[in-house]
Structure formats: structure tokens, C-alpha cells
């Protein structure tokens, strides 16, 4: 009977720091720039260690400052009548929260309005003002 305390206490241990290991793998993800690689590692902390909390809220937080960045990314583009800037930002945004309304809408939004228009000139839609996360990759 202890034998088998002792191996759950040892276990539980053992859960915490692959637990650790995998929230400070996904902050230096993010830290990087990986966003969604280093989301899937902070909500696979939680998944180890479901009893600490602080993975979980820092989950979302994060998660909810990368979706509103390329959401605001996004609406710049498309304000400035740059569609595939602005479809790739929206894209970003789903690619992180797959269930948002307001990414779902805008791309609608932008695919409509982007074949309504003639095509953009390439140097506009490369423009250095436009972060690079939200050019197309033939800039």
C-alpha cells in the first residue's frame, strides 16, 4: 500500500515537470513568433497538469492577444485596400482560434471585396508599412 503512495506521489512529480517543461517551451515559441506551436504546447502543460490553473489562464490570454493582434492587422490592411494582406492576417487569426466569429466575418468580407476590385499594383500590396506577417508571400 505505501509502495503505491510513493509511486503516485512520484508520478504527480513527474507530471508537474513535464508539465513546466512544456509551458516554458511554448512561451520561447511564442517569444519567437511561433504562435500556434506555442499555444498547442502551453494547452499540452495544462493537459499534464490539469490542476494548475495558471496554464489554462495564460492560454487564453495569450491566445486572446495573438487572435485581436492579427485581427487589428487585418482591418488595417483591408481599410487600406489590401486584400491579401488582410486575408492572410484573418487567416492567422483562425489558425489560433478556429471558432471566431469576428476572423470568419472579416475574410467573407475581404474575399468579397477583393474579387469586386480590379487587382492591386504589386509595390502597394508589398509595402513596407504593412508588417510582414500580414504580406503575401510573393512579396
Known sequence: MSRLIILSIALLALAGCAAQRAFDQGRELIDAGKIPEGLAKIDEAYKLDPLNRSYR?????????AVQRYLALAEKARASDLFDEAQAA???A???DPANARATAGLEKTSRRATSRPPMRRSRR???R???IARPSSC
Not at 489562464?57 to 492577444?65: I, T
Request: glycine residues 0%; aromatic residues 20%; proline residues 10%.
Open 57 to 65: 489562464e495564460r492560454y487564453f490570454r495569450l491566445r486572446d492577444f
Open 90 to 92: 484573418y487567416q492567422q
Open 94 to 96: 483562425l489558425v489560433v
Open 126 to 128: 508589398c509595402s513596407p
Open 130 to 132: 504593412i508588417p510582414a
